[in-house]
């Protein structure tokens, strides 16, 4: 399982910018896909997911509002489009999967429950 994440850049704050997370060699609606965040000597958190195969989606609290995640299954690629960025919001961004067996699965957002991951891309949103 290879997940591809882009989309990072340098944003104003207020600005928007939407994340990537593409897949080759498997179906990704068959995986609930998160995403996740890692601003320098913090914790990895978990900021939202998708479920598998019609799953429903989940928000951390903090982007709540303001990031929306959703698929294309045409192109194979979940999207986390993110509004109104806050300097807060600024961190390394992760896509990871969790295999949904053909069924569908919804998760939450600890990272430990998944296990393939992206490499990361940079969002970094200035006052």
């Known amino acids: 399982v290879q997940l591809q994440a882009s989309g990072g850049g340098l944003v104003q704050a207020g600005g928007s910018l939407r994340l990537s997370c593409a897949a080759s060699?498997?179906?990704?609606?068959?995986?609930?896909i998160g995403w996740f965040r890692q601003a320098p000597g913090k914790e990895r958190e978990g900021v939202s997911n998708i479920g598998s195969r019609g799953g429903g989606t989940y928000y951390a609290d903090s982007v709540k509002g303001r990031f929306t995640i959703y698929r294309d299954n045409a192109k194979n690629t979940v999207y986390l489009q993110m509004n109104s960025l806050k300097p807060e919001d600024t961190a390394v961004y992760y896509c990871?999967?969790?295999?949904?067996?053909?069924?569908?699965?919804?998760?939450?957002?600890?990272?430990?429950?998944?296990?393939?991951w992206g490499q990361g891309t940079q969002v970094t949103v200035s006052s």
């Open positions: 060699g498997f179906t990704l609606e068959d995986y609930v």
């Open positions: 990871a999967a969790i295999p949904g067996w053909g069924a569908t699965v919804v998760a939450g957002l600890d990272p430990r429950d998944y296990n393939s």
